[in-house]
């Protein structure tokens, strides 16, 4: 469990010594952009992951497919 932390705990230093360092090297107006996207990307996923893989089918007698498999 100690290991883990560590591991994590290098992680985090790593990625703030980065984030630093392209924050030094991108203008404001790219960072700004850049950081919706993450966020977006980020909000898509936390959606995605809170649903169970059968809440993504919608059932439709419609489907021949599912018409069949019922």
């Known amino acids: 469990m100690r290991m883990a932390e560590e591991n994590s705990s290098e992680l985090r230093q790593r990625t ?30 936390r959606r995605s992951t809170s649903k169970r893989p059968v809440e993504f089918i919608k059932r439709s007698t419609a489907s021949r497919s599912l018409r069949i498999a019922m």
């Open 16 to 45: 703030r010594a980065l984030t630093d360092e392209l924050k030094s090297k991108i203008r404001a107006e790219e960072l700004e952009t850049l950081e919706h996207s993450v966020m977006a990307v980020v909000e898509h996923n």
